[in-house]
């Protein structure tokens, strides 16, 4: 709370929930719905095709190739998703124009797009699991400490 | 007003970085342009496309502060239709639940009528048979429990508890303590993290190897030529990885500037980090009667005799067998309702999730073409169109999303 006032940002502040108001749950929320939708339909392909990996024990080799190919169209069409979100964020524009937008502007710079983003999550994954250990070790040795001064300490009384 | 206070010390990063790494290719003389503007400039690694020719996505393109029109209408009004509907059949069921359903352990198969009917002295058992009273009874035996169980243990439990608050306490700032490493050592934490990506690999591919040498019974299972293939295909594989990095450098230091504008935007718009799980909390707060009207509605139906009996009368059912002599038939309409109303919960959680990478794609943008606006229209109109600005935006829906997850989790 003290950073937020001291960056001092009243002003995004309430033009954030202007338009988290006004935008995301007003105008554009048909295109969340319709986003959501695709997310929704990606999510459930994925499940069944799980479910019947499942349930088929040892898939043949045909049958690995397809649901390969079938997972990274899912993934094309999610990555796409996102980015349509944005478009669709910054320009208020629909569901299709802001899918087609994407879509060009993925044409331009497929791979850096999809570089950039692979990096930067894997960068963010190893550093979060990094610092996430450190802070563990310490939390665990400090709480071992307590335990066993509490428990010195109960030995004492009783 | 908010833009100044970021900008100077984002000047500060950007002659920094100026000094340090020209990698990038430049378009153009860059000396006459704002600074501000200088860092979605140089992240440009596509040369610029002579304006006019494109679908929109350059020139003039930028965040919409207009009036916006209410847009895909059909599928809002498709999306509430289905929870009025499931709202509606939940309590509908809510209201024609079988009391009968809670007895089915007790049921009593009567093979001469071919039914299946709870005895009356069982209902009365715990008062009526009300389900609710039955679970009354169990959770206050089970607050009892708890509350004895804590008194008996005493301060080993109060030491946990402890060391749990203070564990929440501290993972905010551990939370802005990593915000901070990603706004000021960006560069250094991306070059750490890269071998990682190369040695962990490695060093596993190493560890299975050298482990499956040692063990007999591997080395007996497991033919040598096809370790070693294997073996040699991980670190191919891992040479590949080294050399794809090698070839994009200049793809991670875009990388390297996305994290840290993401990093700068998402310090300066803190409040996502405070509204994005209240929306997750009104998902949750949307969900929980839809789910509690889902039990309730299983519980609209009868109880039949297990239809497998009925094949086999002499088969025997009942205490100490496999076979209960009695099931459950939900009425007709439940499994359709159960699979709207599954689909609507998938439907609404997809949704939160939208809105919360549309809500930090809005609020970046707001900042980032409000950081811009007082540059030259040129150096704005060029950089505003390119894969900086998305990959901020992704990065940050990502980098938010990895923040808010760990403050929640630690």
Redesign the interface.
């Known amino acids: 709370m003290i950073?937020?006032c001291k960056?001092?940002?009243?002003?995004?502040?309430s033009?954030?929930f202007l338009?988290?108001g006004r935008?995301?749950?007003?105008?554009?929320?048909?295109?969340?719905?319709?986003?959501?939708?695709v997310?929704?339909f990606v999510?459930?392909v994925r499940s069944l095709m799980n479910k019947a990996n499942a349930e088929q024990g040892q898939p043949g080799a045909l049958t690995i190739f397809l649901q390969a190919c079938l997972e990274s169209i899912l993934q094309a069409v999610e990555f796409l998703?996102?980015?349509t979100?944005?478009f669709?964020?910054?320009?208020?524009?629909?569901?299709c124009a802001s899918a087609?937008?994407t879509w060009?502007?993925l044409k331009?710079?497929l791979?850096?797009?999809v570089?950039?983003?692979v990096?930067?999550?894997?960068?963010?994954?190893?550093?979060?699991v990094a610092?996430?250990l450190v802070?563990g070790i310490i939390?665990i040795s400090?709480?071992l400490k307590?335990?066993t001064?509490?428990?010195i300490?109960?030995q004492f009384y009783a | 007003m908010a833009v100044e206070g970021g900008s100077s010390e984002y000047e500060g990063n950007a002659d920094a970085d100026e000094m340090k790494e020209p990698l990038l290719q430049k378009t153009g003389a860059s000396n006459g342009r704002d600074r501000r503007n200088k860092e979605g400039e140089r992240a440009i690694n596509v040369p610029a496309a002579p304006p006019g020719d494109d679908d929109g996505a350059s020139a003039g393109f930028g965040y919409n502060y207009g009036l916006r029109p209410y847009q895909d209408i059909a599928f809002s009004v498709i999306f509430v239709l289905m929870l009025l509907a499931s709202i509606g059949f939940g309590i509908y069921g809510v209201v024609n639940s079988n009391p009968d359903y809670e007895w089915i352990e007790s049921a009593h198969y009567e093979p001469d009528k071919g039914a299946c009917s709870v005895p009356e002295h069982v209902q009365e058992q715990f008062g009526g048979g009300a389900w609710n009273q039955f679970w009354l009874h169990k959770n206050k035996k089970l607050l009892l429990n708890s509350i004895v169980a804590q008194k008996v243990s005493g301060s080993a439990e109060t030491a946990v508890s402890l060391v749990i608050a203070i564990t929440v306490v501290l993972s905010a700032p551990f939370a802005l303590c990593m915000l901070w490493l990603l706004r000021k050592k960006t560069k250094e934490l991306v070059y750490a993290s890269l071998p990682v990506f190369i040695l962990l690999p490695v060093a596993l591919n190493v560890t299975w190897f050298v482990g499956c040498q040692r063990d007999v019974e591997c080395r007996r299972n497991f033919d040598f030529s096809a370790q070693l293939s294997l073996f040699l295909f991980v670190l191919l594989v891992c040479g590949l990885m080294i050399y794809v990095i090698y070839s994009n450098w200049d793809r991670i230091q875009l990388t390297i500037r996305v994290v840290q504008t993401a990093a700068e935007a998402l310090y300066q718009n803190l409040t996502l980090l405070f509204v994005l799980p209240l929306l997750s909390f009104a998902l949750i707060g949307l969900c929980t009667p839809l789910a509690t009207f889902m039990v309730y509605a299983y519980t609209n139906g009868k109880l039949v005799p297990n239809p497998d009996i009925l094949n086999h009368p002499q088969m025997p059912c009942g205490r100490g067998t496999d076979h209960p002599c009695c099931v459950w038939e939900p009425a007709g309409w439940v499994v359709p309702y159960l699979y709207l109303s599954g689909f609507a919960i998938l439907w609404a959680a997809m949704i939160t999730a939208q809105v919360q990478v549309f809500t930090i794609s809005g609020t970046v943008a707001q900042w980032y073409f409000g950081r811009g606006q007082f540059a030259t229209g040129v150096a704005i109109l060029r950089s505003l169109g390119y894969p900086p600005f998305k990959h901020c935006k992704s990065t940050v829906a990502i980098l938010c999303n990895i923040c808010v997850d760990d403050a929640i989790s630690l």
């Open positions: 950073l937020i960056s001092g940002y009243s002003s995004l502040i033009a954030f338009l988290f935008h995301a749950l007003g105008p554009s929320f048909g295109t969340m719905c319709l986003a959501g939708l997310v929704a999510r459930l998703t996102k980015f979100t944005n669709a964020a910054i320009t208020g524009e629909s569901f087609i937008m060009n502007l331009r710079n791979l850096s797009t570089l950039v983003e990096i930067s999550d894997k960068v963010l994954a190893v550093v979060m610092l996430t802070y939390v400090f709480s307590l335990l001064t509490s428990f300490l109960t």
